[in-house]
Structures are given as C-alpha cells and as structure tokens.
C-alpha cells in the first residue's frame, strides 16, 4: 500500500501599476500568491520595463516552494501612442521689430515656451531662438513636443559718408554707404559714383541701406558747397623791351598762383614776344577760379659792329661799320661810322655802338683792335731728316715770333701740305726731298725755311732653308740680303747656337718656325722666317698574350709604342665589366682584380692615344692571359 499526497496549487494574482501608459513610459509587473515569479514577454517581476505600443496581456507562473506547485495569472497592460506634434509659423526670418505667429498641429492642445501662446503674433527678439510647443493627445493624454527657430535679423546699422563733404561748384562728391548690402540716394546719387552738386549751398542727402533678407535702415549726411571767386589779373605795365622786368597782380582771391614762372607781386623777366599768362586764385574756402592778360616784350634789336682790321700796327687807321634791326646808331669813343679813326697808343682797344629800335628799346656791339709795335718772323723746324720708307716724321715748328699760320709742303710727303703748327707725315718712296715751312706772326709778317730730307729703302732679308731633320738632328739657318753694318736677331732664341749670327745652327726638340730681324745702319727693317720640322718615330701597340706567373718574364701588360704622349686603355672580362683601366704607358695590368687573380682567358682592350705631333687615334683587340 503507498500513501500520496496531492497538493493544492497555489492561488497566483497578476498586476500591473499602472495598466495604460504613454508611448515611451514604463511600469511594473507584480506577480502575487507564490514564492517565485517569471514572467514572458521579457518582464521581470518587480522590475520598470517599457511594453510595446498597444494592448499586450502579460502571464506570470508562480512557484510554492514548499511544494514545488506551480499556477498562472494574466494582466492586460495598454501603452498608447504618441500624438505627432507639429509646430509651423508664418515667417521663420523676419527683421527687427516684425511680428510672427507659431501654430502648433498633430494635438489637441499645445502649450509654447518662451512666453508665446499658440497662434497669437509676437515679436522675437534678436538672433536665432529655438521654439518648443507640448502637446496634449485629450483622449489618452499623451504628449509631446515639437521645435522651430525663428530669426530676427538686427537693422543694418547704416552709415552715410560724402568725400569730401565740403567742395567747390563745379567739383564731385562721391557718396558712400556704409554697414548694408544694397544702398539707394536720394536726388539721383549713385553709391560710390562721384557725384556733382548743380548749384552752391548746405544740402543733406539721405541713403536707404539694405542687407541679409531686406531688413532696411537710413542715414543722413550733409555737405557743403561754395562758390568760386571772381579772379582779376593785372600787369605793371603791359609792354616793355626784352631783358626788363614787369610785375603780375591777382585779385578777387586770397592766394593767387600764376603760370609762366611767374609769382605774384614780384618782378620778372617774361620771354620776348607776346604772351598770356593765367593766375588762379583761391579763397579762404579753397575754391579756384582763374583770370589771364596779354603782356607784350618787344625784341631788342640786333646790333653788329666791325672793324676794317682788328689787328693793326701802332699809326696805321680803322673804319668802324655798325649794322643790324636798329632805327639810329651811335658809337663811343670818339668813332664817327664809316670815317677812318687812328688809335694813339699801343694794346687793345674796345669801341661800343648803341642802337635803338623804333619802340624805344636799346641793344648795342662791341669790337675790339688790338694796336701793336709790330715784331720780327723767323721761320724753322725740328724733325728727323734721315728715315726709312713707310716712316712717319714729326715735324716741330721752332720758328721765332708770334706765329699763327703754318704752311708747310712736303715733297714725297702724305699728306703733301698741312696748316698745322707741328704736323705728322708719312713717306712711302725711296730718296732725298725738300721741306719747305713759311710761318705768319698776328701781325701779318712771313718767313720760309726750306730743309732736306732723306728717305732709306729698306733690305729684303731672305732666311733659308725650310728643313726636315730628325729628332735630334740639326739645322742650318741662313740669312741673306742684309750688309755688314747691319743687325740681325733670330727668334725664337731656344736651342740656337748663336742669336745674333748672319749664319747659325738650331736643334729644336719640336717643329719651330724660326724669324731672322734686319736692321740697317739707317734703323731701317725687314725679316723673314724658316720653318725646321722636327721627324717623329710613331709606334703602338698592346701585347696578345701575358702570363703573370711571378717568374719576372712578361708579368705584366704594357701598352708599347713610341712617341705617344696621351693615351687611356680600358681592359674588359667577358662579361663587358671594365677590370682595369690606365692613363699611364708606364703602368700595366698585373692579372688580378679587386685583389684576386684571374683565371686564365681571353680579355678585350680598347686604347685611344696621341702622339707627339698631335695626331689621334684608337685601337681595339683581345689579349690571352696565361698563367
């Protein structure tokens, strides 16, 4: 017999707090009658959680602990949604001092921060202000919210300037409109267009600005504008002669500027003929306005006066002649025009004649003689008298008394005639000529002298012969044509038995033109060179074969050859790698590279070389290295 006992399930409540709630919201389940609780739906028992929109039934499994028994219970929980909240207005920019009305939507009632109730207009403050509206769901009371910015632009802070702001009639104005975008004038003014006022006064204009979305401000600016002078010019006097002075006056003015050079209300000296200078005048305000005058100058008039001679000895007589533009003349010192006038002392002499133009204005001339006691000419020059032909003489005139003209002739000479005092000729042709000078003091008195000359052929030297000699050989050179009285040098002195022989010998190590110079008794010149050319051996080559065993018998590979006085050889592997390479016929290859020694094999060279005469040339080939 087995005894069992069956145990009552327990009594298990299912509750929620609170059962409807808004979109968003939580609340708590609470399960009732057991020990232990689950709840589905992912609740747990006690805990806030936030349900999904609509009605949703909860069921909880209560546990006794005692007895292990289990049992459900259900609750209903309703999460209502949300009402969509709008918030609109009639602007959302607006300028300074404009009204705006917000509009809630999507609710049933709406409530505004910032002081602003729903549809009723306002004015916003400056900036950007953000806006919330509440609403209100009347049915669940469900609310939320909703934003707006709205901004209100400040008024341009509009500024009117006129540059400048006080001017002359006649002068511009440019207007300018500060702190907008746009700008409009009032009288047909332009912003920053220069503008001219029509008539003189104080006159204000006003400037419309406007910026950001046509918020609009206005300034005012006002300027000033004046009258010019009534400018008058005068001259003291109007006309005068050349060289004299006048004086220019401006009036109606506070300062006066005159052009021409001129200063007001100080003498000058205007230029001949008739001209029209102009004054400005300016006033207290700064304001020009200008005046002219004519002044007339009349020419001096031009005056000659000469003398039958300037240069007279002591009681011979002149005549005086004047000339010129003049109406009447009149001469110093006792001179009556065209009769003749005996100077009584010796020197210089100046008579003055004064003409006079039909205006009145006065000019006159000078002329001066000199009176002297007349003195003696003596006609004589310096010179070389004995030349060689293409030699250029100067001659130097050493004539005594005052002479100032020189005639000279010159036979065989170029030129054949100069006027200079101390000239320089050329002669070209072999002989004996006559120089012949004759001089004139200032007074007028002669004298010719006549000298010989004597022009030297010069030698033709020859230098013989042109030769060939090996190096080291000797050459004879030979200069003939010359006498025994003469002087001969050989250039260039190197390797020259005797410089100053008719006959000597030369060992050049190269080819050497050698010059023989000539020189006659007389100084006279020639020359003439001889060309010794010097026979070089040539010879190059590089060896086939080498075998750098140590045993001292062809170790090393030379280039070979005579005569070579430049060269460069590059040695290659057979890979076309450059292994040595040498500018000195001295020094060869060994057989080893980077340190190493080279396998027996074929290697290819190539050897660019001069040689002493200056001829180039390159070879290529191969060498064998044998060890």
Not at 144 to 167: K, N
Not at 254 to 266: E, K, N, P, R, S
Not at 323 to 338: I, K, M, S
Not at 469 to 492: E, K
Request: glycine letters at 12%.
């Amino acid at each position: 017999m087995v005894d069992v006992t069956v145990n009552p399930a327990p009594i298990v409540t299912a509750s929620a707090t609170p059962t409807e709630i808004c979109e968003d919201e939580t609340l708590v389940l609470t399960g009732g009658g057991a020990d232990t609780y689950a709840w589905d739906g992912g609740a747990t028992n006690g805990v806030a959680f936030t349900p999904p929109l609509g009605t949703t039934t909860y069921t909880v499994s209560g546990t006794d602990l005692t007895t292990g028994c289990e049992n459900t219970a259900t609750v209903d929980v309703t999460v209502n949604p949300l009402p969509a909240v709008t918030a609109t207005a009639d602007f959302t920019e607006v300028c300074e001092g404009d009204f705006v009305v917000l509009t809630g939507g999507g609710a049933d009632t709406f409530t505004w921060d910032g002081g602003v109730t729903d549809s009723v207009a306002f004015a916003p403050p400056i900036g950007t202000t953000t806006y919330t509206v509440t609403g209100t769901d009347a049915a669940t009371g469900c609310v939320d919210t909703a934003t707006i910015d709205i901004t209100s632009f400040d008024l341009p802070p509009v500024t009117a300037t006129a540059t400048p702001d006080e001017v002359c009639i006649g002068e511009s104005i440019t207007f300018t409109g500060g702190g907008a975008d746009t700008y409009v004038w009032t009288d047909g003014i332009v912003n920053g267009v220069p503008f001219t006022p029509a008539a003189a006064g104080t006159f204000t204009y006003t400037v419309t600005g406007t910026l950001g979305i046509g918020c609009e401000n206005r300034a005012d600016v006002t300027v000033t504008v004046h009258d010019l002078p009534t400018v008058t010019a005068t001259a003291t006097p109007d006309a005068i002669c050349a060289g004299e002075t006048l004086v220019l006056n401006g009036g109606g003015a506070d300062t006066y500027t005159w052009d021409g050079g001129a200063t007001d209300g100080v003498a000058f000296e205007p230029p001949s003929g008739t001209t029209t200078y102009t004054v400005t005048g300016t006033d207290v305000n700064g304001c020009e306005n200008t005046a002219s005058i004519v002044v007339t100058v009349n020419p001096l008039p031009t005056v000659t006066a000469t003398a039958s001679d300037i240069e007279i000895c002591l009681g011979e007589s002149i005549v005086m002649t004047s000339g010129g533009t003049a109406a009447t003349y009149d001469w110093d010192g006792g001179v009556t025009e065209g009769d003749p006038f005996t100077p009584l002392t010796p020197g210089d002499h100046t008579f003055t004649v004064t003409g006079t133009s039909a205006e009145g204005c006065v000019s006159s001339a000078s002329v001066t003689v000199t009176v002297i006691e007349c003195e003696e000419v003596v006609a004589n020059f310096l010179y070389d008298s004995n030349i060689c032909i293409g030699d250029c003489v100067s001659f130097r005139d050493s004539s005594i008394g005052t002479i100032v003209f020189w005639d000279w002739v010159f036979e065989g000479g170029d030129p054949s005639t100069s006027s200079l005092s101390n000239p320089i000729v050329c002669f070209n042709t072999e002989g004996d000529y006559s120089i012949t000078l004759t001089v004139t003091n200032e007074y007028g008195l002669t004298s010719t002298i006549t000298q010989p000359l004597m022009v030297h052929g010069v030698p033709s030297i020859t230098a013989a012969n042109d030769t060939i000699i090996d190096a080291g050989g000797t050459a004879i050179l030979v200069a003939t044509g010359g006498d025994a009285d003469g002087v001969y040098i050989w250039t260039p002195d190197h390797r020259l038995d005797c410089q100053d022989c008719q006959i000597t010998e030369a060992r050049p190590d190269e080819t050497t033109t050698y010059q023989v110079m000539y020189m006659s008794p007389y100084g006279c010149a020639s020359s003439d060179t001889v060309l010794v050319l010097v026979n070089y051996a040539k010879r190059v080559g590089v060896p086939s074969a080498f075998s750098p065993n140590g045993d001292g018998n062809n170790d090393v590979l030379f280039v070979k050859g005579e005569g070579i006085v430049n060269m460069s050889f590059q040695l290659y592997n057979r890979y076309g790698e450059m292994i040595f390479q040498s500018d000195d016929q001295r020094i060869g290859w060994d057989g080893t590279y980077k340190g190493r020694l080279e396998n027996p094999a074929v290697f290819t060279w190539v050897l660019h070389y001069t040689f002493e005469d200056g001829e180039l040339g390159m070879l290529k080939g191969n060498t064998t290295l044998v060890r």
